[in-house]
């Protein structure tokens, strides 16, 4: 009980502090323009890589059309926002995203998730494919060239702010009943049906959920850099996505956060490589996957209610003895 | 029906060079069940490498064909030995990861050597139109099949004849029981991969003359295409490989000659979610149901 | 007399060309200890898989009582015959590899519980409830069956007999009244087949559940089973008590491949 209000505390003094710490700098203007336009992404990637690994890690369903679902999002908030500039706007155009997010994410789902391994993933690619070649072919969309001018909205705290949302989200939903069966279900679909899980919906629970998350990231990045066009969210968009999920640890949260900032960090610096930026980046990412396969964080979870219970333990036997 | 004959003579040239790329996915697929992401990438090199062959040392189509070949043959070998070898006993997402940086490389480093511009292919086969009842064949087409069906038919009779066909099959059937009746299973991975990337080579140089243009992102898209065909096809097979290919290219076509041709990439990949969806393991392949 | 738990009835599976199961039928009533022997390729998987619902049958029927009725699994999924009173083990041992041990008993209680998705999320004291009675639900199993100092460890990283253990308690934990345990002292030494008879007899009897067992041991299928259904070539060849069975010819040719005389 006293753990349990501990963890949370600190958790809440650890991401208030967070805040504080941006805030100061913004007042302070050593986060300028760039620093924030950095630190923005990050936190979106962060939103976009921890609701792909609760797809990928938890649930163990190989997905590579998470760009689709975050375009969803981004052209929700793009085409709503531009007649309803308002921040109550800018909600409604998320949840609406969200709504429809979740409806395609059920087709899609329903069919595919029967399929397997790569296979899955070709099929979420091409899902994607389709709803990025379907904006590219509409008229309210604006087709290729994508919209523009949309109202930034969407500010650095609001990012911070659903970053912290999202990963609170995930973290509880995979440290519950639903998620034991979720991870039961990666571990050995077969076995787990035999043992009463139903395999198919809570595969499905978790497809749709990170792809909710994922429309969440893309309403934000819409809002933000203020022009979206198709080309934002074809396969390398996905890929780039999985990348950070794969090298912060298949299946570890604390894996894709510190991925996500170590990534976003990397290329700010690389931008200062000019053309080479992108050929030092493709070797990192090969000496990284061959000197740690399981990426950064493996599977392990920083814990604060772990580490207080250990602590706690620990007290207690010293005590005694 | 004219338009449609066209079309569909258009759509198997196309479907020729999706193949030429298919077989290659297929084979590796089939052996070490990865994607092998930078498999466009290397068809993008062969159309470099036949380009410059071209231009500098003036060879020939044939000689610049073989060159390419082979380039490609110990690229990709060494794409294998580099990026792939070390994790032959990773998850395969690591791999797929791993393939993905290699196309990165590839892809980038082309750019940043010979910049991103697309460049004109040198014309060594002058091109010739022939029309028969209408329908208009160019020689470069005539070529495009020739070379893809002597290829394929090689290829098939090195899998199913030669003892290297034998050790592939085998150890794409059980590696690990190859490996204990004394099969080099390195060595038949880096022969899959070399013959894999000469195929690949080969549509670079075919690409080049048929649309005279090549560019270091153009492996990108027919890459994720062939890749499709190889699924659809059933990975592994390697007839299978050749027909999804032929379907995706004339679907392609068709979807162009009826005048979708914004939709002609969304087809494709409707048409692969539905093999997906009632033929998983594609129209050729055979699937094994899970032992209890 | 006990009453019929599960019957099974002319139950046929093909593949292909090949019949496994060829015209079988068995009843098992509450609370009896059986076994299903028979030479490898006998089709005694093949029938566990059909009677958990893994794998359905060409033809026949097989129910199995709940709630005073007769439920047909035939036809139906794993998860709905799982959650009509049927659990299993497996041969070649299938545990949540990476999760711990009471996480793979409590990924078992899943449906003995009811959790709301937005208390999940924003953690209500449901949740902690919730998540408390698991937990104690499978510390009692715990305890029970000797697994306490395993309980928090990953279930691969367990040696092979504890791991079977592992498997049976976590097919326990979905409450069955009937249990499929596909040869469950494979690959154990002596002393751990003893210890899996003593354990396989107390869940028997402190759990008011049938067992089915598949088997090889003949040891320990004689001093365990109260009746024997003998599988054949994909037919019931024999079923009677240890020693009816043991006397019958036919099971001694296909056993011991000999004539009956030499062998009695």
Redesign the interface.
């Given at each position: 009980m006293k753990i349990?209000w501990q963890t949370i505390a600190i958790w809440f003094v650890c991401m208030a502090a967070g805040y504080g710490i941006i805030y100061a700098g913004e007042m302070t203007g050593v986060v300028d323009t760039f620093i924030e336009n950095m630190l923005v992404m990050m936190g979106i990637n962060i939103i976009l890589a921890v609701s792909l690994n609760l797809i990928v890690g938890f649930s163990g369903q190989f997905s590579l059309g998470h760009a689709g679902f975050m375009a969803i999002g981004a052209y929700a908030t793009g085409i709503m926002t531009q007649t309803e500039s308002t921040f109550a706007g800018l909600i409604f155009s998320m949840i609406t995203g969200i709504v429809i997010t979740i409806v395609i994410a059920l087709i899609v789902g329903v069919p595919t998730l029967r399929l397997k391994g790569d296979y899955l993933a070709i099929a979420t690619m091409g899902a994607a494919e389709i709803i990025r070649l379907t904006a590219n072919n509409l008229k309210i969309t604006n087709g290729p060239a994508g919209l523009f001018n949309i109202p930034q909205l969407a500010t650095w705290p609001l990012v911070y702010i659903m970053m912290c949302l999202t990963i609170i989200?995930v973290a509880?939903?995979v440290h519950?009943?639903?998620?034991?069966?979720i991870?039961?279900v990666r571990?050995?679909e077969?076995?787990?049906?035999?043992?009463?899980?139903?395999?198919t919906k809570y595969k499905l629970m978790a497809f749709v959920m990170g792809a909710s998350l994922a429309a969440v990231g893309g309403s934000l990045y819409a809002s933000y850099l203020q022009s979206i066009a198709p080309s934002n969210f074809n396969i390398m968009e996905s890929v780039s996505i999985l990348i950070i999920v794969v090298l912060g640890g298949i299946g570890s949260i604390t894996g894709s956060v510190i991925a996500a900032v170590v990534l976003g960090a990397i290329d700010t610096v690389l931008q200062n490589f000019g053309s080479l930026r992108m050929v030092i980046y493709a070797v990192m990412l090969i000496v990284i996957m061959i000197a740690k396969p399981s990426g950064l964080m493996g599977?392990r979870e920083f814990s604060i209610g772990k580490w207080l219970a250990k602590r706690t333990a620990k007290k207690q036997a010293a005590a005694e003895s | 029906m004219q338009i449609f004959m066209q079309q569909l003579i258009n759509g198997l040239s196309l479907g020729s060079i999706y193949a030429l790329l298919a077989l290659g996915y297929t084979m590796i697929y089939g052996i070490i069940k990865i994607i092998h992401f930078a498999h466009g990438d290397v068809y993008m090199l062969g159309a470099f490498f036949g380009y410059y062959t071209i231009n500098v040392w003036h060879f020939n189509f044939i000689m610049a064909l073989f060159g390419s070949m082979i380039f490609c043959a110990l690229v990709g070998m060494l794409i294998e030995f580099v990026a792939y070898r070390p994790l032959r006993h990773s998850s395969r997402i690591a791999v797929l990861i791993t393939a993905i940086g290699v196309s990165y490389f590839l892809e980038n480093g082309m750019s940043v050597l010979f910049s991103g511009d697309t460049r004109d292919f040198p014309q060594v086969i002058k091109q010739v139109n022939y029309e028969w009842f209408g329908i208009r064949v160019t020689n470069i087409q005539l070529l495009i099949f020739a070379t893809t069906i002597i290829l394929m038919i090689i290829l098939q009779l090195i899998v199913k004849k030669t003892k290297m066909g034998r050790a592939m099959r085998a150890a794409a059937a059980d590696p690990v029981a190859a490996e204990l009746m004394g099969i080099n299973i390195n060595g038949t991975i880096s022969f899959v991969f070399a013959i894999g990337s000469a195929m690949a080579g080969a549509a670079g140089v075919l690409i080049g003359l048929y649309y005279n243009s090549i560019e270091p992102t153009m492996g990108l898209t027919p890459g994720i295409k062939a890749f499709v065909a190889a699924v659809v096809g059933g990975v592994g097979s390697i007839p299978g490989a050749a027909v999804g290919a032929v379907i995706i290219g004339c679907l392609e076509s068709l979807m162009q000659a009826i005048g979708f041709s914004a939709f002609k990439d969304a087809a494709v990949y409707v048409v692969l979610i539905i093999v997906l969806l009632f033929l998983p393991a594609g129209l050729f392949g055979n699937k094994q149901p899970e032992k209890? | 007399m006990a009453e019929k738990l599960l019957t099974v009835r002319n139950v046929t599976r093909q593949f292909g060309g090949l019949t496994a199961v060829n015209d079988v039928s068995m009843t098992i009533y509450d609370n009896e200890l059986v076994a299903l022997i028979g030479p490898n390729g006998a089709g005694k998987?093949t029938l566990f898989?059909m009677l958990?619902?893994?794998?359905p049958a060409t033809s026949g029927t097989i129910a199995i009582r709940h709630d005073g009725r007769f439920y047909k699994v035939s036809g139906k999924?794993?998860?709905s015959v799982?959650?009509h009173g049927i659990?299993?083990t497996?041969?070649n041992i299938?545990?949540?590899?990476?999760?711990t041990v009471r996480?793979?008993i409590?990924?078992?209680l899943?449906?003995q519980?009811k959790?709301s998705?937005w208390g999940?999320?924003?953690?209500t004291p449901h949740?902690?409830r919730?998540?408390r009675e698991?937990n104690d639900a499978a510390q009692k199993l715990i305890d029970r069956y000797h697994l306490t100092a395993v309980a928090d460890s990953p279930a691969n990283k367990l040696p092979y007999g504890m791991q079977r253990r592992v498997e049976i308690v976590?097919?326990l934990?979905?409450k069955p009244k009937i249990i499929f345990l596909d040869e469950p002292a494979a690959g154990m030494n002596p002393e751990e087949t003893a210890e899996l008879t003593t354990m396989i007899r107390q869940l028997r009897d402190e759990n008011n559940l049938a067992v089915l067992l598949i088997e090889h041991d003949m040891s320990l299928v004689m001093s365990l089973a109260e009746r024997i259904y003998v599988l054949d070539q994909g037919e019931v060849l024999a079923s009677g008590t240890p020693k009816e069975v043991s006397q019958n010819p036919a099971v001694v040719k296909a056993y011991l491949g000999g004539d009956a005389n030499a062998a009695g």
């Open positions: 349990r989200i509880n939903f519950s009943k639903t998620g034991r069966a991870r039961a571990n050995d077969l076995a787990a049906t035999a043992m009463g899980i139903n395999a599977r | 209890v | 998987t898989n958990s619902g893994l794998l999924g794993a998860t799982a959650q659990s299993r497996f041969q299938r545990l949540f590899g990476d999760m996480e793979n409590m990924a078992a899943n449906n519980f959790e998705f999940t999320i924003i953690r949740y902690y919730t998540e698991m976590r097919a934990a979905t």
